[in-house]
């Protein structure tokens, strides 16, 4: 390993958004190129509820692969106060479904049917402590009086804690964690929780909201926070740590979804996500800690082989389009119009 070229294990992305139908389509390509697998979220519409809509949904997305690509969607369910017990042992034989999805209803993109009370669902998370299903959780309150900078803090004091005091089996992911105080709560716990960090919230803080102006290519959910937690994350990720692992939250929108008077949540990273964390990883003068970040911990984690093959990259700068094509329109992607500082440059066999 030098300064400009980088060999490291195929990594995996923990935490990705593919879309459906002609969106789908559009944004796969950027996904495979990079990464060997992505845990694939289910918040379509209508939300993947059940096994037989998340093989359904694998299905279109092997399909949608440009031709040669090697790729593994790993599927999950979305939870709902509705989610019979018996689906969990389903997905648990199933071999294409990996974990279960909640959100708080109303948090973030088709989160509509997400759940409103947590005890609700107690009996479908005490089945999946038991047959050992991951939970993902989006960590937010969506409680109208409570700060959208503090929504965060508030899940983990209100939900998060006694979550783990309840169900101490239960294997958890706190998703795209964005705050010290979630960095401090995974760090401290056992191994059987973790937490996926992405690209964006390791490179911008709240800043980059309004620069210049509003900038809603950079709002996503949860919120950029103040540049204590950004360094904190960039401290966690690159530390060694095997709670903290790859999850990119690569959400596409078409352009006028985001450049609206209510615009939608979301920053699009699949287009040159291993890049940036490189990036990242490199501002913090741990390169070296990227292949185990991006490569080992999540796959651990969900107790899946670690890939075989490996990805280069090298310190040579492209200037990202201005935008990408997205379902008969366009994505405006992270740093369009800017410039990166890695590149990928090829893949090679273990």
């Given at each position: 390993?030098?300064?400009?070229?980088?060999?490291?294990?195929?990594?995996?992305?923990?935490?990705?958004?593919?879309?459906?139908?002609?969106?789908?389509?559009?944004?796969?390509?950027?996904?495979?190129?990079?990464?060997?697998?992505?845990?694939?979220?289910?918040?379509?519409?209508?939300?993947?509820?059940?096994?037989?809509?998340?093989?359904?949904?694998?299905?279109?997305?092997?399909?949608?692969?440009?031709?040669?690509?090697?790729?593994?969607?790993?599927?999950?369910?979305?939870?709902?106060?509705?989610?019979?017990?018996?689906?969990?042992?389903?997905?648990?034989?199933?071999?294409?479904?990996?974990?279960?999805?909640?959100?708080?209803?109303?948090?973030?993109?088709?989160?509509?049917?997400?759940?409103?009370?947590?005890?609700?669902?107690?009996?479908?998370?005490?089945?999946?402590?038991?047959?050992?299903?991951?939970?993902?959780?989006?960590?937010?309150?969506?409680?109208?009086?409570?700060?959208?900078?503090?929504?965060?803090?508030?899940?983990?004091?209100?939900?998060?804690?006694?979550?783990?005091?309840?169900?101490?089996?239960?294997?958890?992911?706190?998703?795209?964690?964005?705050?010290?105080?979630?960095?401090?709560?995974?760090?401290?716990?056992?191994?059987?929780?973790?937490?996926?960090?992405?690209?964006?919230?390791?490179?911008?803080?709240?800043?980059?909201?309004?620069?210049?102006?509003?900038?809603?290519?950079?709002?996503?959910?949860?919120?950029?926070?103040?540049?204590?937690?950004?360094?904190?994350?960039?401290?966690?990720?690159?530390?060694?740590?095997?709670?903290?692992?790859?999850?990119?939250?690569?959400?596409?929108?078409?352009?006028?979804?985001?450049?609206?008077?209510?615009?939608?949540?979301?920053?699009?990273?699949?287009?040159?996500?291993?890049?940036?964390?490189?990036?990242?990883?490199?501002?913090?003068?741990?390169?070296?800690?990227?292949?185990?970040?991006?490569?080992?911990?999540?796959?651990?984690?969900?107790?899946?082989?670690?890939?075989?093959?490996?990805?280069?990259?090298?310190?040579?700068?492209?200037?990202?389009?201005?935008?990408?094509?997205?379902?008969?329109?366009?994505?405006?992607?992270?740093?369009?119009?800017?410039?990166?500082?890695?590149?990928?440059?090829?893949?090679t066999a273990h």
């Amino acid at each position: 390993m030098t300064s400009t070229r980088l060999e490291i294990t195929r990594p995996d992305d923990w935490h990705l958004h593919l879309r459906d139908g002609d969106a789908l389509g559009s944004v796969i390509g950027h996904t495979a190129q990079r990464f060997a697998r992505a845990i694939v979220m289910p918040n379509l519409k209508p939300p993947v509820t059940t096994v037989a809509q998340a093989e359904d949904y694998r299905a279109r997305i092997m399909t949608a692969l440009p031709p040669g690509a090697r790729f593994q969607p790993l599927m999950t369910l979305y939870l709902t106060e509705d989610t019979p017990v018996e689906e969990i042992a389903r997905a648990k034989d199933s071999g294409s479904v990996f974990a279960v999805k909640y959100y708080p209803a109303g948090a973030t993109t088709n989160s509509q049917s997400g759940v409103r009370e947590l005890s609700r669902v107690y009996p479908v998370i005490e089945a999946m402590a038991r047959h050992q299903l991951p939970l993902l959780l989006h960590g937010e309150v969506t409680d109208a009086q409570i700060d959208i900078f503090d929504r965060e803090r508030v899940f983990i004091e209100r939900h998060l804690m006694p979550l783990r005091e309840r169900f101490p089996e239960l294997r958890m992911v706190l998703e795209h964690i964005t705050t010290r105080d979630a960095v401090d709560f995974v760090r401290a716990a056992p191994a059987n929780v973790g937490a996926t960090i992405t690209a964006h919230h390791l490179l911008l803080n709240r800043n980059a909201l309004f620069q210049g102006g509003i900038r809603p290519h950079n709002f996503c959910a949860p919120i950029l926070k103040r540049e204590t937690h950004r360094a904190a994350l960039l401290q966690a990720a690159t530390n060694g740590d095997a709670h903290f692992f790859l999850g990119t939250d690569s959400a596409p929108h078409i352009r006028a979804a985001k450049e609206s008077d209510c615009g939608c949540a979301g920053v699009y990273t699949a287009h040159a996500a291993i890049e940036l964390y490189a990036e990242a990883f490199e501002q913090a003068g741990k390169l070296d800690q990227l292949e185990a970040f991006a490569s080992f911990h999540g796959a651990d984690f969900y107790r899946l082989p670690r890939n075989q093959d490996r990805i280069v990259l090298e310190r040579t700068a492209w200037t990202v389009p201005e935008e990408y094509p997205l379902a008969g329109a366009t994505c405006k992607p992270m740093r369009a119009g800017e410039s990166i500082a890695w590149s990928v440059v090829g893949h090679t066999a273990h």
